[in-house]
């Protein structure tokens, strides 16, 4: 039976794109919260420590494992090389750490983290671009898998491979130490069937973001070409089971392809609207009754 192990991601809390939302509450609160919760770890966020040995515990403290942590990589501005260079750190502290992947977004031209610009005026690549991009994490996913850790790209709203057809193009022209991180909320967010997406590419799928979505708001983001920090305040994203996402069918692919690895709550809320002790508890339960109604088995 294929084992997985629930996390979550901070932003339940604190925002690291609009860093207003939660700004007051301690590290500590959301960690004890989390585990509260029945969470077994948690992604980094802006708020952790940068250090192995303080990383660990802080940790350590509440019994929680370091599931991943974001990297912000620029392979249209900068050589593999660069990049390589340039991710060390990072590297060092997850390997140290324990976790097995590194969640990786190319944020070049990017436009997620800036309130005035739409979603609908997101970057495009040219034909060059796309070559350019994908040689370069071919070089980064072999160095990476070289010391122990797989390469999750994340697809991203308001960046350059938010579709489906970017996520399929990226794959289509990586070898496979270029894992994906398939987050369903912004695949549907993009349009995007995240089924379809588990069915072609299952052995490719090194980490899974269950982020939910609103589709009422979704529309309303579009009709009113919104950017995503205000889709965010709008209420777009919410943990599983409380959105219109239809989780299932995915994570039973994701089951019978063998994935063994995270299921990460992943919902970017403002904390005064949405209690975040409250969606941690209830991201926690319907994450962990999906999981099972899917045929994994859940362990600590």
Same mark, same amino acid.
């Given at each position: ?45 802006? &708020? ?46 997850? &390997?140290?750490?324990?976790? &097995? ?109 269950? &982020? ?89």
């Amino acid at each position: 039976m294929s084992r997985v192990r629930l996390g979550i991601n901070p932003l339940t809390w604190t925002n690291d794109d609009l860093p207003s939302l939660g700004a007051d509450t301690p590290l500590e609160v959301c960690l004890e919260e989390g585990r509260e919760a029945g969470f077994a770890g948690f992604e980094l966020g802006n &708020k952790f420590p940068r250090t192995p040995g303080a990383l660990s515990e802080v940790l350590d403290r509440f019994d929680l494992a370091l599931v991943s942590g974001w990297y912000s990589a620029r392979l249209l501005e900068r050589s593999p090389e660069e990049e390589i260079a340039a991710v060390q750190g990072h590297l060092d502290l997850l &390997k140290q750490c324990g976790a &097995k992947v590194m969640v990786l977004c190319e944020v070049s031209r990017c436009i997620h983290g800036n309130r005035g610009v739409p979603l609908s005026q997101r970057p495009h690549l040219d034909d060059a671009d796309w070559q350019r991009l994908t040689e370069g994490l071919n070089v980064v996913g072999d160095y990476l898998g070289e010391q122990g850790i797989h390469l999750a790209y994340h697809h991203h709203l308001g960046t350059v491979v938010e579709s489906q057809h970017d996520v399929e193009r990226m794959l289509d022209n990586t070898r496979d130490c270029v894992g994906l991180l398939l987050d369903l909320g912004h695949l549907r967010g993009a349009d995007g069937d995240p089924l379809a997406v588990a069915q072609r590419y299952a052995s490719r799928i090194r980490h899974v973001h269950c &982020k939910d979505v609103r589709y009422p708001v979704l529309e309303e983001l579009r009709n009113r070409d919104k950017s995503f920090l205000d889709a965010v305040l709008d209420g777009l994203f919410t943990v599983p089971g409380d959105g219109n996402v239809d989780f299932l069918p995915t994570l039973t692919r994701l089951r019978e392809a063998g994935y063994q690895g995270w299921l990460v709550v992943e919902a970017e809320q403002d904390p005064e609207i949405a209690h975040p002790l409250t969606y941690a508890r209830m991201g926690y339960r319907n994450l962990r009754a999906l999981a099972e109604q899917a045929g994994f088995r859940v362990v600590d």
